[in-house]
């Protein structure tokens, strides 16, 4: 067998060798709202419009076998939430729709149950219906006598300035216990990258709610178009969680 030969045989070789591996590592896009959604190609979500993103290769059986405990492990709730602290909310400067300065996590979420979401005022997509999920989550809720501080956190805080935050809330009726955030840019990343909501471009920010009790540290997460009725229902549970 000549050299030349030899070298097709090892070429050969290695692709069936490398075959199964290659096809394993096939790209994947899933939803992060809705992981049952799966695909081989770029897109949308046929749920919930949003971008499907794509899936990190699975580690090898073999490759960690003393796996590092993950953050985004399954946290106690039923509501397919990941696990999440008051600890990890920055407590950064911010500005409301009303020009006032804020401190993020003392004067919006210290001792309180929250509703966090996040939206930007040039949005023509899923941020309006988040916006009118929360109007009606605020009027049930106002019903029901359940004290909840709601926040709509701007992900395009160049653009949002807090007057046109102000216009934005007046358009949804937005009351005393719903405050809109902006601010300098750097700090209003900090804070979406503290609630896990950190996006490079902010047309692929995620239609997820935030609800907690801070008071006892209970975190849980619901997708943005969930019933105002089933919303309420969550924060009502959040609200009476009381620390272990």
């Not at 899936?55 to 397919?80: H, I, Y």
Request: proline share 7%; hydrophobic share 35%; with cysteine.
């Amino acid at each position: 067998m000549n050299v030349k030969n030899s070298k097709i045989l090892l070429v050969l070789f290695l692709v069936l060798l490398l075959a199964p591996e290659i096809a394993a590592q096939k790209v994947r896009y899933t939803c992060p709202m809705h992981p049952e959604v799966v695909s081989t190609k770029r897109g949308t979500c046929p749920k919930c419009k949003m971008k499907l993103v794509r899936q990190k290769p699975e580690a090898k059986p073999d490759a960690s076998p003393t796996p590092t405990p993950s953050s985004e492990t399954t946290s106690e709730s039923t509501n397919g939430s990941t696990a999440f602290s008051s600890s990890k909310i920055p407590d950064a400067q911010v500005l409301d729709q009303n020009g006032k300065q804020l401190n993020f996590y003392s004067d919006l979420i210290k001792g309180k149950t929250v509703a966090i979401n996040f939206v930007f005022t040039t949005c023509t997509a899923i941020c309006p219906s988040l916006s009118a999920t929360f109007r009606r989550v605020q009027q049930d809720a106002a019903t029901r006598g359940i004290d909840v501080q709601l926040i709509s956190v701007s992900v395009d805080p160049t653009t949002d300035t807090p007057e046109r935050l102000h216009d934005y809330a007046a358009k949804f009726k937005a009351g005393p216990s719903w405050t809109f955030v902006t601010g300098d840019k750097a700090r209003i990343d900090s804070v979406l990258q503290g609630l896990g909501a950190a996006v490079s471009n902010k047309n692929d920010h995620t239609p997820m709610i935030l609800i907690g009790n801070d008071s006892s540290d209970y975190w849980t997460r619901a997708y943005g178009l969930t019933s105002p009725a089933k919303i309420v229902d969550i924060l009502a549970e959040a609200m009476k969680r009381t620390t272990n």
